[in-house]
């Protein structure tokens, strides 16, 4: 049977995809050149600098701080950097009282110039330590630059930040990876039902049935298939993600489930499907618990504490690990510029080999603790107690 129709369907889908997704992330045409010359000029500039330090014999090399380089690898960005000089300029979107602000970042310059709006004129700051839990929370690193040249408090802290981040693409690129593997196994259950499965889906349906089998049927009972849907996208999700934070490159070098933010939007998920669907017996264990009426007043905060450190757990369990991980590899790497000495570097790459192929595991280590508690606390809620 002729089968090369569905091919090049699969393969044109994938192309549009794959072109949806770089022309989201381009929105200038224009900047990335622009942005390669800025930087050839300050190559050349910091060249002609050096060498007058050096001629001089004034300023001493700067060291190397790994602090850092590890902080600015696994942190947040504007740009998501693919190779040497080379870096994508992600959209910033802004909004602010007198209406929304979208440019590219890369009229930044990487913090080097100023930015002149419609509304005001911005400035991207990587220096954010002193500010406040709310300024990080809706906007970290973009400040309003007042007619003095200094940044202007009042109206930055009424600006907020949607801009697309490399965590944000990286994101988006995972979700469209997800929705395409999963479409086309999807397809292939339909068209080869009561079949053995071949190709992509006969590599996921062992994994499919070890989520079923071996962590929503033991952990939530009988009405496991309710939620194996969001099993199997957290599941595929963390994975996904972890797997594309150890790729060094584009399209990985993100560290999407090490940042806080992400694991706190996964386990608010799984917090409100588990109250959602939390029965009578629930609900009675939380607020009317079989003690004594006295022991009421110390047991329901206990309870409510429980309800909401069960998804922090799982919040900090998974950004801890993904960040530790990274951290210890970038401190590996880091002790070749440390100790400026070849003799350092095979040893050193050793051990990153090694926490390398300790981090695959780790991923899907994660991924599996993640989705187990999360079973384990739906299981917990929809349980009938006799």
Same mark, same amino acid.
């Given at each position: 049977?002729?089968? !090369?129709? /569905? &091919?090049?369907?699969?393969?044109?889908?994938? $192309?549009?995809?794959?072109?949806?997704?770089?022309?989201?992330?381009?929105?200038?045409? =224009?900047?990335?050149?622009?942005?390669? =010359?800025?930087?050839?000029?300050?190559?050349?500039?910091?060249?002609?600098?050096?060498?007058?330090?050096?001629?001089?014999?004034?300023?001493?090399?700067?060291?190397?701080?790994?602090? *850092?380089?590890?902080?600015?690898?696994?942190?947040?960005?504007?740009? @998501?950097?693919?190779?040497?000089?080379?870096?994508?300029?992600?959209?910033?979107?802004?909004?602010?009282?007198?209406?929304?602000?979208?440019?590219? =970042?890369?009229?930044?310059?990487?913090?080097?110039?100023?930015?002149?709006?419609?509304?005001?004129?911005?400035?991207?700051?990587?220096?954010?330590?002193?500010?406040?839990?709310?300024?990080?929370?809706?906007? *970290?690193?973009?400040?309003?630059?007042?007619?003095?040249?200094?940044?202007?408090?009042?109206?930055? %802290?009424?600006?907020?930040?949607?801009?697309?981040?490399?965590?944000?693409?990286?994101?988006?690129?995972?979700? /469209?990876?997800?929705? +395409?593997?999963?479409?086309?196994?999807?397809?292939?259950? *339909?068209?080869?039902?009561?079949?053995?499965?071949?190709? +992509?889906?006969?590599?996921?349906?062992?994994?499919?049935?070890?989520?079923?089998?071996?962590?929503?049927?033991?952990?939530?009972?009988?009405?496991?298939?309710?939620?194996?849907?969001?099993? #199997?996208?957290?599941?595929?999700?963390?994975?996904?993600?972890?797997? #594309?934070? #150890?790729?060094?490159? &584009?399209?990985?070098?993100?560290?999407?489930?090490?940042?806080?933010?992400?694991?706190?939007?996964? %386990?608010?998920?799984?917090?409100?499907?588990?109250?959602?669907?939390?029965?009578? !017996?629930?609900?009675?264990? $939380?607020?009317?618990?079989?003690?004594?009426? @006295?022991?009421?007043?110390?047991?329901?905060?206990?309870?409510?504490?429980?309800?909401? =450190?069960?998804p922090f757990a799982l919040m900090v369990r998974l950004f801890a690990n993904i960040t530790?991980?990274?951290?210890?590899?970038?401190? +590996?790497? !880091?002790?070749? &510029?440390?100790?400026?000495?070849?003799?350092?570097?095979?040893? !050193?790459?050793?051990?990153?080999?090694?926490?390398?192929? +300790?981090?695959?595991?780790?991923?899907?280590?994660?991924? &599996?603790?993640?989705? #187990?508690?999360?079973?384990?606390? $739906?299981?917990?809620?929809?349980?009938?107690?006799?």
């Amino acid at each position: 049977m002729d089968c !090369s129709h /569905v &091919f090049d369907f699969k393969v044109n889908r994938l $192309i549009v995809a794959f072109t949806l997704f770089l022309a989201l992330f381009t929105v200038v045409p =224009s900047v990335l050149a622009q942005t390669d =010359s800025v930087e050839v000029v300050a190559a050349h500039e910091a060249g002609a600098s050096e060498g007058a330090h050096v001629a001089e014999g004034g300023h001493e090399e700067e060291k190397f701080d790994p602090t *850092k380089v590890i902080m600015e690898h696994i942190a947040d960005s504007h740009v @998501w950097h693919v190779a040497g000089h080379f870096s994508f300029p992600l959209p910033v979107i802004l909004y602010t009282p007198q209406g929304l602000e979208v440019f590219s =970042s890369g009229n930044f310059h990487h913090g080097e110039a100023d930015h002149k709006g419609a509304h005001h004129t911005y400035r991207l700051v990587e220096e954010t330590k002193n500010q406040s839990v709310g300024q990080n929370f809706f906007n *970290k690193k973009i400040k309003v630059i007042g007619e003095n040249g200094q940044i202007d408090e009042a109206a930055t %802290a009424a600006l907020m930040d949607f801009s697309i981040t490399k965590n944000v693409a990286a994101m988006f690129l995972s979700v /469209v990876v997800l929705i +395409l593997v999963f479409t086309a196994v999807a397809a292939s259950y *339909k068209k080869r039902e009561g079949k053995s499965p071949k190709g +992509l889906q006969s590599f996921l349906e062992p994994i499919f049935v070890f989520v079923r089998d071996d962590i929503a049927k033991p952990n939530i009972g009988h009405d496991f298939a309710k939620f194996m849907p969001y099993l #199997l996208t957290i599941f595929f999700f963390i994975l996904v993600n972890n797997l #594309l934070g #150890l790729i060094p490159i &584009f399209p990985g070098g993100a560290n999407v489930t090490g940042n806080i933010a992400t694991t706190f939007v996964l %386990a608010l998920f799984t917090l409100v499907i588990v109250n959602v669907n939390g029965n009578k !017996s629930y609900w009675r264990h $939380i607020f009317a618990p079989d003690v004594p009426f @006295w022991m009421y007043i110390i047991m329901i905060p206990v309870e409510v504490i429980g309800v909401l =450190s069960r998804p922090f757990a799982l919040m900090v369990r998974l950004f801890a690990n993904i960040t530790a991980g990274h951290i210890i590899v970038l401190s +590996l790497i !880091s002790l070749i &510029f440390i100790f400026k000495s070849f003799g350092i570097a095979p040893v !050193s790459v050793a051990f990153v080999i090694f926490m390398d192929v +300790l981090e695959l595991l780790v991923a899907f280590l994660q991924a &599996f603790i993640f989705t #187990l508690l999360s079973a384990l606390f $739906i299981g917990m809620a929809v349980e009938e107690h006799h």
